[in-house]
T-cell receptor
Framework: GENVEQHPSTLSVQEGDSAVIKCTYSDSASNYFPWYKQELGKGPQLIIDIRSNVGEKKDQRIAVTLNKTAKHFSLHITETQPEDSAVYFC??????????FGTGTRLTVIP | GAGVSQSPSNKVTEKGKDVELRCDPISGHTALYWYRQSLGQGLEFLIY????????KSGLPSDRFSAERTGGSVSTLTIQRTQQEDSAVYLC????????????FGPGTRLTVL
């Protein structure tokens, strides 16, 4: 099956700086890569996703890049704000209905 | 519109007791998933229902775990003879029947086994 690794496990940045979280996957057939944000006491919420027919996708301050050759994808958050503090999970799948998740990154944005 | 709901939000039980966790998916979603999230860990897939097809139970950790989905909507995850290692947050998600659709998560049930 798929194996997704996520780094770092914790990340602290100053407000306004950028944050980058990286994931690698093992199954070259995976073609769907969502990112979820989980705030304390809540379920994960999808923030952005990318499919294997594109290399980059951007939504305001959030962007995701995908390198299929190297089998890694990254989440980039620019101009971080305190409300970005949460746990972020990456996932990979051959189809959206069977996701394999990374172990999460706890992001802390320091005001 | 209404999202995925789960009940109870918190459950404390004694070792050896049975528990039932409930999930109400988004209306019209045919796919439903259960995951387990242990403290500081990622999401561990448990079971997947898609329409009237036989569920994918490949993630259930033991035969003490079972789930059913009645009428293609509400699902119940049952853990029999609970053990302390069952303590975790149990998350439910649903998606439409399109293969490319996104999974939407509920808030989870925090289970504590004493």
């Amino acid at each position: 099956g798929e194996n997704v690794e996520q780094h770092p496990s914790t990340l602290s940045v100053q407000e306004g700086d950028s944050a980058v979280i990286k994931c690698t996957y093992s199954d070259s057939a995976s073609n769907y890569f969502p990112w979820y944000k989980q705030e304390l006491g809540k379920g994960p919420q999808l923030i952005i996703d990318i499919r294997s027919n594109v290399g980059e996708k951007k939504d305001q301050r959030i962007a995701v890049t995908l390198n299929k050759t190297a089998k890694h994808f990254s989440l980039h958050i620019t101009e971080t704000q305190p409300e970005d503090s949460a746990v972020y999970f990456c996932a990979a799948s051959k189809r959206a209905n069977n996701l394999f998740f990374g172990t999460g990154t706890r992001l802390t944005v320091i005001p | 519109g209404a999202g995925v709901s789960q009940s109870p939000s918190n459950k404390v039980t004694e070792k050896g007791k049975d528990v039932e966790l409930r999930c109400d998916p988004i209306s019209g979603h045919t796919a439903l998933y259960w995951y387990r999230q242990s403290l500081g860990q990622g999401l561990e897939f448990l079971i997947y229902f898609q329409g009237n097809s036989a569920p994918d139970k490949s993630g259930l950790p033991s035969d003490r775990f079972s789930a059913e989905r009645t009428g293609g909507s509400v699902s119940t995850l049952t853990i029999q003879r609970t053990q302390q290692e069952d303590s975790a947050v149990y998350l439910c998600a649903s998606s439409s029947d399109r293969a490319e659709d996104t999974q939407y998560f509920g808030p989870g049930t925090r289970l504590t086994v004493l």
